[in-house]
């Protein structure tokens, strides 16, 4: 038995849960999230928690089981608290600022970068440490919009310039050793 997949989801006060065969909607106060799993696993709410159970130990049933129930879970979380991840601007002349919602990033092009936040998901940008808050109620969009931001600059390993995300450690290259006389 799956020790992630047995496990109960506890579904928080404010939170709505609709269970429809293997439809899954999810309401709350930062969001509604909606998304059919595959019909093979049982889905049952009762008492304020709810379970994912496996009708056989196939391996298909056993590898949908755990990522059921953890899809479950973060539509749950998304839709109550909300997800947030942080990227960090490191480099001389590079910085991000707000135009309303979106994201303005000048980052060593002959132009700026406009990023414009999908529905779900706002920015958040302080300069005096030189982070980007990505966030929403979304796991997946946010992650993808992280994703996105850090793709545009991606960190580089001589220097270390480039977008990264918070904690995330960038293995350094020396560089050219030059001639040495002999």
Do not use: C
């Given at each position: 038995m799956s020790r992630v997949g047995r496990?109960?989801?506890e579904v928080p006060a404010g939170v709505d849960v609709k269970v429809d065969g293997s439809n899954v909607?999810?309401?709350?106060?930062?969001?509604?999230?909606?998304w059919t799993f595959s019909p093979d696993m049982?889905?049952?709410?009762?008492d304020g928690t709810i379970t994912v159970d496996r009708p056989t130990d196939q391996p298909m049933h056993r590898s949908l089981h755990g990522t059921t129930r953890t899809v479950i879970n973060n539509m749950v979380v998304g839709v109550s608290k909300g997800f947030e991840r942080v990227l960090e601007i490191e480099g001389v002349g590079y910085r991000a600022e707000l135009d309303g919602k979106?994201?303005?990033?000048?980052?060593?092009?002959?132009?700026?970068?406009?990023?414009e936040p999908p529905d779900g998901i706002s920015f958040d940008v302080d300069m005096k440490v030189r982070q980007i808050k990505v966030s929403g109620f979304d796991k997946q969009a946010v992650g993808q919009v992280a994703a996105d931001i850090r793709k545009?600059?991606?960190?580089e390993p001589y220097k270390g310039k480039g977008?990264?995300?918070?904690?995330?450690?960038?293995?350094?290259?020396?560089?050219?050793?030059?001639?040495t006389v002999i």
């Amino acid at each position: 038995m799956s020790r992630v997949g047995r496990l109960p989801i506890e579904v928080p006060a404010g939170v709505d849960v609709k269970v429809d065969g293997s439809n899954v909607r999810v309401k709350g106060p930062k969001g509604e999230l909606d998304w059919t799993f595959s019909p093979d696993m049982i889905i049952k709410q009762e008492d304020g928690t709810i379970t994912v159970d496996r009708p056989t130990d196939q391996p298909m049933h056993r590898s949908l089981h755990g990522t059921t129930r953890t899809v479950i879970n973060n539509m749950v979380v998304g839709v109550s608290k909300g997800f947030e991840r942080v990227l960090e601007i490191e480099g001389v002349g590079y910085r991000a600022e707000l135009d309303g919602k979106n994201l303005v990033l000048n980052v060593g092009f002959s132009h700026s970068v406009v990023v414009e936040p999908p529905d779900g998901i706002s920015f958040d940008v302080d300069m005096k440490v030189r982070q980007i808050k990505v966030s929403g109620f979304d796991k997946q969009a946010v992650g993808q919009v992280a994703a996105d931001i850090r793709k545009l600059r991606p960190p580089e390993p001589y220097k270390g310039k480039g977008i990264r995300y918070q904690g995330e450690y960038v293995r350094r290259k020396p560089g050219k050793a030059g001639k040495t006389v002999i």
